[in-house]
């Protein structure tokens, strides 16, 4: 017996490693296709099922199953996930504001990303294979990053999930001035990536010795890079408040001034994403720019018989990825597309103007209307549809506050138990600590304007990286380093 639980304790951590190679690598191909929806069933999913049979199989045979469901912290995921199964009984059943399979598609979903919590408190048994995992994580990161300037600038593949058409798997490329998706097949979740990783490493450098501190900073600066061709503001500012938070609690808070410069500095040599800010302040906020004003005597008109302007935009050709438009490219390669009377001219900041209108002016609403229908469990899971790009509000909706309130408990009760003795262990295991309770916060700050805790990759990562931090609080744990 001893010698099948060795084995199923091996296998379990090569699993995890697995995880963390294969979930940010392998790109995003479909292999079943879900009816009335565009997420698909992926080899991920399977990955992911075969781990939780194994890590099943080792309760069991270890007799360690009641531990699990003594730990405060998988008795509030439980708790989470049983008013998510209420919630999508309610929708399904009472209110009619979901379809079936979907919302229990989206529900095993949330099952199977924050399974990988508990399984990798489970299979990290000691110092050595926080090292390993770190260390695997470091070398998926500079993948990443290096597949991101193929993206950019040696025209290498994209798969990305961006419509119900590219989510098909289709071989795309970039155009010019399009955002780099790298192996994340969104923009947007590779700056979340990106973020957490780069928060997390903030703490570690002031703790590895020189070797790796000179890794570490080129593969911070790399990182960094690639964060600002993404434009991603929220990952920007994220990343920023995360690398402060951790900073402060390790007191090295001169260190933040120098943060603060680089960011200046940062937003004000020319890039997209300075200019994504700076339209985020004169069209968002100032309510400026230059607007569409029609003539009376105006012939464009669009399907709704609003008057519009002709804008010059890519065209969506085959195989290409078509995101912005830039001033390099030649006129044949732009079609007519409408701009309606008050919103701005300018194609950068029309994207600014739409990305915050279509969060203010239909998902959050939305997400409020499904929370004031059912406030306590919500109108169940998928009722919201695919995106809502603000978490909070998303689950207001989805699960009500009961299901809230019982993922802010989680999350409250990891960070507790994440600090819990953290000034009487190892240099190594308090700085990485330090560094995940900084990016649990830089998370949740992706979350307020993106799905996050719902993007498959990250939300995995996420999940992995904090039960790894957990498992160091095991009492048999090695904390000499």
């Known amino acids: 017996m001893q010698k099948w639980q060795l084995i199923f304790e091996r296998t379990l951590f090569i699993l995890v490693l697995v995880m963390l190679v294969f979930i940010p690598l392998y790109p995003k191909l479909p292999l079943f296709n ?3 929806t565009f997420v698909a069933i992926r080899l991920e999913d ?18 360690t199953l009641k531990v699990i469901l003594q730990s405060r912290i998988n008795r509030l995921l439980f708790l989470f996930w049983g008013i998510g ?4 009984f309610s929708g399904i059943f009472l209110t009619h504001t979901t379809l079936p399979h979907l919302g229990l598609l989206h529900y095993l979903r949330r099952i199977e990303f924050m399974i990988l919590l508990p399984i990798a408190v489970t299979a990290i048994k000691n110092l050595h294979q926080v090292k390993i995992s770190l260390i695997t994580l470091a070398v998926v990161v500079f993948l990443v990053n290096i597949y991101a300037l193929g993206q950019q600038y040696l025209g290498w593949p994209v798969i990305s999930t961006g419509n119900s058409e590219f989510s098909k798997g289709l071989i795309l490329y970039l155009t010019p001035g399009a955002r780099v998706n790298s192996t994340f097949a969104g923009h947007y979740d590779l700056a979340i990536f990106l973020s957490l990783v780069l928060v997390a490493a903030v703490p570690l450098f002031f703790v590895v010795n020189k070797y790796w501190k000179v890794l570490l900073v080129f593969l911070s600066i790399l990182s960094f890079y690639i964060l600002v061709l993404t434009a991603a503001r ?3 500012v994220a ?3 995360g690398a402060i938070v951790g900073l402060w609690l390790i007191k090295k808070r001169i260190i933040i001034l120098l943060m603060l410069i680089i960011a200046s500095l940062t937003l004000i040599y020319p890039s997209q994403l300075r200019d994504r800010f700076i339209s985020t302040i004169t069209i968002n906020i100032q309510k400026g720019g230059d607007r569409y004003v029609p003539e009376n005597n105006t012939k464009n008109n669009s399907q709704f018989n609003i008057p519009t302007l002709q804008l010059a935009t890519p065209v969506p050709t085959k195989n290409r990825v078509v995101q912005e438009a830039t001033k390099s490219a030649t006129q044949d390669e732009y079609i007519a597309s409408d701009i309606a009377p008050g919103e701005p001219t300018d194609t950068t900041q029309l994207g600014v103007y739409r990305s915050l209108g279509i969060r203010v002016n239909y998902e959050w609403p939305a997400a409020i209307r499904a929370f004031t229908k059912n406030p306590l469990i919500g109108t169940g899971y998928a009722s919201l549809g695919l995106a809502t790009d603000n978490d909070v509000l998303r689950s207001l909706g ?4 009961l299901g809230t ?3 802010i408990l989680l999350l409250i009760e990891i960070i507790r138990t994440i600090r819990t003795n953290i000034n009487s262990v190892g240099r190594l295991i308090r700085f990485f600590k330090v560094g995940v309770i900084a990016m649990i916060l830089a998370f949740i700050l992706n979350a307020m304007f993106i799905d996050a805790f719902e993007a498959s990759k990250v939300a995995v990562l996420f999940w992995i990286i904090i039960g790894i931090a ?3 609080q095991k009492k048999d744990f090695n904390h000499t380093a």
């Open 34 to 36: 879900v009816a009335n």
């Open 46 to 63: 399977f990955l992911i099922a075969a781990i939780t049979f194994v890590w099943i199989g080792y309760l069991l045979l270890s007799q």
């Open 85 to 88: 199964a209420l919630s999508l």
């Open 234 to 236: 929220q990952a920007f």
């Open 239 to 241: 990343t920023l408040m």
């Open 398 to 401: 989805e699960v009500g506050l």
């Open 405 to 407: 309130v019982a993922f």
């Open 470 to 472: 957990l498992a160091t």
